[in-house]
Antibody, heavy 123, light 108 residues
Framework: QLQLQESGPGLMKPSETLSLTCTVS??????????WVWIRQPPGKGLEWIGS???????YYNPSLKSRVTISVDTSKNQFSLKLSSVTAPDTAVYYC???????????????WGQGTLVTVSS | DIQMTQSPSSLSASVGDRVTITCRAS??????LNWYQQKPGKAPNLLIY???SLQSGVPPRFSGSGSGTDFTLTISSLQPEDFATYYC??????????FGGGTKVDIK
């Protein structure tokens, strides 16, 4: 059973850099049938895709966040990470990591999610 | 960028009602459309993929249809455990993803 677990600080001050790590267990992050994503959800609001990364390290970012986002992968640790710079109050959200199926025969969808971690930006 | 618009943003319904939620894409996405259900405090859960394929373990009262720009999620007979928020997601431009704004289904 695949499990994803987000880790990182829950409280940040404006202008700081948010750093979160997603640890994958029960499966390999190097599988070619998937890519890995970060998604966030502000309190009471909808889901926002932040970015995606393949095990090769290829990345794709939401244009609205691209200037502040870096996603990386560490296959030796079965982890991928998110950095979001210059955070402000609107970056307050539950941050989810997830696995996205990427297979022409099986389909294209998110099949596993982390439990999510609330990050609050406040002075 | 592909934009996804869901309607309505919320609805009230009773147990046993037939419920329909729509999702419109800003351009054709063929059938690259998924539906998720999210309950409070939980991560979303996949219901439908490729517009109309039922994910394993999901009750058959859920169904999806559509192609191109217009899609529908239907719950044929609403059950108490179905009160939740529903999101569509396009994967036409995968790995660049977009979600709809969500539809909250609550008890009338």
């Amino acid at each position: 059973q695949l499990q994803l677990q987000e880790s990182g600080p829950g409280l940040m001050k404006p202008s700081e850099t948010l750093s979160l790590t997603c640890t994958v267990s029960g499966g390999s992050i190097s599988s070619s049938s998937y890519f890995w994503v970060w998604i966030r959800q502000p309190p009471g609001k909808g889901l926002e895709w932040i970015g995606s990364i393949y095990h090769s390290g290829s990345t794709y970012y939401n244009p609205s966040l691209k200037s502040r986002v870096t996603i990386s992968v560490d296959t030796s640790k079965n982890q991928f990470s998110l950095k979001l710079s210059s955070v402000t109050a609107p970056d307050t959200a539950v941050y989810y990591c997830a696995r996205h199926m990427d297979d022409v025969l099986i389909g294209y969808y998110i099949d596993s999610w982390g439990q999510g971690t609330l990050v609050t930006v406040s002075s | 960028d592909i934009q996804m618009t869901q309607s309505p943003s919320s609805l009230s319904a009773s147990v046993g009602d037939r419920v329909t939620i729509t999702c419109r894409a800003s351009q054709s996405i063929r059938t690259y459309l998924n539906w998720y259900q999210q309950k409070p405090g939980k991560a979303p859960n996949l219901l439908i993929y490729a517009a109309s394929s039922l994910q394993s373990g999901v009750p058959p009262r859920f169904s999806g249809s559509g192609s191109g720009t217009d899609f529908t999620l239907t719950i044929s007979s609403l059950q108490p455990e179905d009160f939740a928020t529903y999101y569509c997601q396009q994967t036409y431009s995968s790995p660049q993803l977009t979600f709809g704004g969500g539809t909250k289904v609550d008890i009338k």
